[in-house]
């Protein structure tokens, strides 16, 4: 098993442009998340989602549009970037009950 | 906003010594789980404890839980260079209905253990 793929795994962006980061599990897991990481901020939810088609935002949803058409990806939208979009992405997933998180191994994203 | 907040923010110590981070939180909780992230990795996830959970073991790693001061702390025993990484606790609020499970994370604990 592969667990969670994030790709890309680096990308620089100018102000304004647009891009989607991809998450894939192969682990049939019901739940999936997307956070962001910023030195001292610890993870901040972006968005989740608790089955296929079905999206909620989390604490800091500006800015990102998610989709979940299948149950093994989630895809992390930035229709208009800015500079505050800066930050290291995390896809998560997990299975129904009390389980922990399985992460991927992050999105490196730079807006210039 | 943080629910968690790890104590210290950095400990350095020697191998084959003892490390212990604290974790505070604010709300009632379902579970409390520890991660930990090596630079420029993902997140791995170490231990889980439930709120009717007092302590759990997991190797080297012992965890408690004490929901009256809404507090945990994770011990490492025996250090290693190896478990020189950053250390996250993060929770699962009560469920209310909406909360999926989600994990709100604390700032972490950068761990350095010198060979």
């Known amino acids: 098993n592969a667990g969670v793929t994030q790709t890309p795994k680096f990308r620089v962006l100018k102000t304004g442009q647009s891009m989607t980061l991809l998450c894939a599990q192969d682990?049939?897991?019901?739940?999936m998340y997307w956070y962001r990481q910023d030195p001292g901020m610890g993870l901040r939810l972006i968005h989740y989602?608790?089955?296929?088609?079905?999206?909620a935002k989390g604490e800091v949803p500006d800015g990102y549009n998610v989709s979940r058409l299948k149950k093994q990806n989630f895809l992390l939208g930035l229709e208009s970037a800015a500079p505050s979009q800066t930050s290291v992405y995390f896809c998560?997933?997990?299975?129904?009950?009390?389980?922990?998180?399985?992460f991927g191994s992050g999105t490196r994203l730079t807006v210039v | 906003s943080q629910q968690g907040e790890e104590d210290p923010q950095a400990l350095s110590i020697q191998e084959g010594e003892n490390a212990t981070m604290n974790c505070s939180y604010k709300t009632s909780i379902n579970n409390l789980q520890w991660y930990r992230q090596n630079s420029g990795r993902g997140l791995v996830h170490l231990i889980l404890?439930?709120?009717?959970?007092r302590e759990k073991h997991s190797g080297r790693l012992r965890v408690t839980l004490d929901t009256s001061k809404k507090s945990s702390s994770l011990l490492i025993t025996a250090s290693r260079a190896a478990d020189t990484a950053s250390y996250f606790c993060?929770?699962?609020?009560?469920?209310?209905?909406?909360?999926?499970?989600?994990?709100?994370f604390g700032q972490g604990t950068i761990l350095t253990v010198h060979p």
């Open positions: 998560a997933s997990r299975k129904d009950g009390d389980y922990g998180y399985t």
């Open positions: 989602s608790v089955g296929e088609g079905t999206t």
């Open positions: 404890i439930r709120s009717n959970e």
């Open positions: 682990m049939n897991h019901e739940y």
């Open positions: 993060a929770t699962v609020t009560k469920a209310g209905g909406t909360s999926y499970g989600k994990l709100t």
